[in-house]
């Protein structure tokens, strides 16, 4: 018959009434600290214990004085409970107490860190800048149709409309023109702020391929979108 058995057996057979018995001892220590749990009860009562841990058999602990104290020290984290029953004459009691062995309060999550601007957004957010410093009001309706012009060159990249970057440059500047009308001079300046960027990453090794002049030209469209 196991531990754990002979235990219940015990505290079945006797009468269930309850008496008044304290049970002390600290709530957490750390792995491989020492917990002295004391038991105050009348002189003449009597007391079986019985641990339950994370391991199968839990054997680190000694009941001292009569079983009026456990000493307990483990190196395995867990939660661990000691039970004991207590009985005098007719009276019985049975206390347990829950001993935490390196439990730790998970630590707040930090908050996520903001999220840094990614290309794309830097190139909205400087087109949209850009626009409003160069080009004064009323601009919002001749910025969406600008947009629009980026917009359909750069579907076009991804159609497979162009061979190199200098044929779709000059489909932009050809489309931005006859969408603007009239007001393509006044867009002039940021037409050139946008060349001078497009030409200082290509002489940089920075802007070789379509697909890129693609990308950053939908983002300069989300921003001139944007343009109030």
């Known amino acids: ?3 754990r058995t002979v235990f219940a057996a015990a505290i079945t057979a006797l009468p269930a009434v309850v008496a008044a018995a304290e049970l002390v001892g600290p709530e957490k220590i750390e792995p491989g600290d020492l917990a002295i749990l ?3 009860i009348p002189e003449n009562a009597q007391v079986a214990w019985q641990a339950f841990g ?5 054997t680190n602990w000694v009941a001292l004085e009569r079983g009026r104290v456990v000493v307990f020290a483990s190196r395995t984290s867990g ?5 004991c029953a207590i009985w005098y004459g007719q009276l019985i009691q049975m206390l347990v107490h829950r001993l ?3 439990e730790r309060q998970p630590e707040p999550k930090p908050p996520d860190p903001p999220r840094p601007p990614q290309p794309h957004q830097a190139w909205a ?4 800048e850009k626009a409003i410093a ?3 009001p009323p601009r919002q309706k001749e910025a969406l149709l600008l947009a629009a012009s980026f917009e359909k060159i750069a579907a076009g990249i991804k159609a497979g409309q162009f061979s190199t970057p200098r044929q779709a440059r000059e489909a932009l500047r050809t489309t931005s023109r006859a969408a603007l009308g009239e007001a393509a001079l006044r867009w002039g300046r940021f037409s050139d702020a946008v060349d001078a960027q497009m030409d200082g990453l290509s002489a940089k090794g920075q802007l070789t391929t379509l697909d890129q002049y693609a990308e950053i030209w939908m983002a ?3 921003g001139l979108e944007t343009v109030p």
Do not use: C, Q
């Open 1 to 3: 018959m196991g531990s």
């Open 38 to 40: 004391r038991l105050d």
């Open 54 to 58: 994370p391991e199968k058999t839990v």
């Open 79 to 83: 939660v661990y409970h000691f039970a």
């Open 100 to 102: 935490g062995n390196g």
């Open 125 to 128: 957010e400087w087109a949209r």
């Open 134 to 136: 160069l080009v004064g």
């Open 220 to 222: 300069i469209a989300a």
